[in-house]
Structures are given as C-alpha cells and as structure tokens.
C-alpha cells in the first residue's frame, strides 16, 4: 500500500523502487506483502484427494468393457442434453453438473481410445469408426428421463387404484 503526504522540500524516497521527479510529494510504501484473505489459501491435500478420486474413476472405467464404455457415454450425453434444455427452460439445475458430465464423457472417450490404440487402430480410421458408430445409435431417453417417465407412470397407476377402491 502506497501512502503519499504532501513536502515543500525535496523528494526523498523511501523505497529505492519508487521514484518521482515531482517535487512536493513524497512517496512511502507502507506494506511490502499483499494482503490475502482466507479464500486465496488452498488446502493442499485436497488436491491430492480429488487426484485420488479421479484415479478411482480412470480405474473403474478401465474395469469395463468396450461396449459398457460406449453405452455409459451415450447415457451421459442424454443427461448433458436434458441439462442444456432445463438451461434453455430456466429451470434450476446445478450448472457445476455441466463441467462433471463433460469431464466424465472425455474420460470415458479417452478410455475407449487408448484401448484403440492398444489394438492398433490408426487416428483415421478411429474417427471412421467413430463415425459409423455415432450414427449406429438408437436415440433413446437418458436414464433420467426414464426414471422420471417411470415415476409418473407409477403415479398414474396409484391414482388409478385409489380411484377404483
């Protein structure tokens, strides 16, 4: 922090960093170090935990098959579409949800493509199948979606009962 207070002499510096050829001024440093609030600290060993956590998942994804792999990211980019459309719609979502699914879909990309890779399949031909493989997919709704429609189906279905009782 700069304090400045006002001198009919000569400038005379108190740090050697600060000069001025302004005479009446003179210019104190007061404090070297930044002040820092609690919020600019970071614990280190969290850091370390969330590495943990992502190690786990890499190691869970890499315990599945090819075939779980693909199923789980066309699940997730269901859900990241459901999210994108409650966005659209204003209704309340978490929006940290965004950056988790995306994560979580690159993982399971990069899974599938080291696995690739281990086969032998060159760049080129990985995006030919990538391609063959995107339009293979039967559009279905995301599990959300379907635990939602399952949900109000067994809602009906209760209120069906209660009304013929």
């Known amino acids: 922090m700069l304090g400045v207070t006002m001198a009919s002499s000569p400038v005379f510096l108190s740090s050697p960093i600060s000069k001025s050829s302004f005479n009446g001024v003179r210019i104190q440093q007061t404090s070297l170090l930044p002040l820092r609030t609690s919020s ?26 090819t075939e779980d792999i693909n199923e789980e990211i066309i699940d997730l980019k269901g859900e990241l579409l459901m999210l994108r459309l409650q966005r659209s719609a204003r209704e309340e979502f978490k929006s940290s949800e965004f950056g988790r699914m995306r994560k979580r879909i690159a993982r399971m990309l990069t899974v599938r493509r080291e696995r690739e890779i281990e086969e032998g399949i060159k760049k080129r031909l990985s995006r030919k199948l990538d391609r063959q493989w995107k339009k293979s997919i039967v559009v279905r709704p995301p599990p959300s979606l379907r635990k939602l429609q399952e949900e109000e189906k067994a809602a009906a279905a209760a209120e069906i009962e209660k009304s013929s009782t």
């Open 40 to 65: 600019t600290f970071r614990n280190p060993s969290s850091s370390i935990v969330m590495m943990a956590k992502r190690q786990e998942e890499l190691k869970e994804i890499r315990a599945r098959t």
